[in-house]
């Protein structure tokens, strides 16, 4: 009986360790990249760079993007210091519909909206899509 029993322990405790080496790798090839500091270099700068580089003609950024080890409004702080655009966290905000927006949205979300046409495809270091920047004037 102890047999049995030290048996079943055993096979338990396989599977609990196969299945939390699946889900870690799971998260770890797929969201970590958009929620660790590393982040930054996984697609943050080149979107924060696109942004910078489209700028004229717009008035507001709204962001679906995940956010990484810092929040959306820390990155805005830092990195578009100094530009004259108001950053709104969602895409669902009424203004984020409007002309004079930017749209920077994950990769794998979906988002269309008429008028808006892509600016950039933004890459991850490893070549993956990381996010679009969509633009309506």
Not at 32 to 46: I, K, M, P
Not at 90 to 117: K, M, N, Q, W, Y
Request: charged letters at 20%; aromatic letters at 16%.
């Amino acid at each position: 009986m102890a047999r049995i029993a030290g048996i079943g322990v055993r096979t338990i405790f396989a599977t609990a360790v196969i299945f939390s080496t699946v889900y870690f790798a799971r998260f770890y090839f797929t969201r970590y990249v958009h929620q660790n500091s590393n982040a930054w270099y996984s697609g943050t700068r080149a979107l924060f760079a696109a942004i910078r580089e489209n700028r004229d003609s717009y008035r507001r950024v709204c962001f679906n993007v995940r956010p990484a080890s810092y929040q959306l409004q820390t990155f805005g702080r830092f990195y578009l210091n100094g530009i004259p655009l108001r950053v709104i966290e969602g895409i669902d905000d009424p203004s984020c519909s409007l002309p004079g927006t930017l749209a920077a949205v994950d990769s794998d979300h979906h988002f269309e909206r008429t008028d808006f046409r892509v600016l950039a495809k933004i890459e991850d270091v490893d070549g993956n899509p990381f996010a679009n920047l969509s633009g309506y004037r």
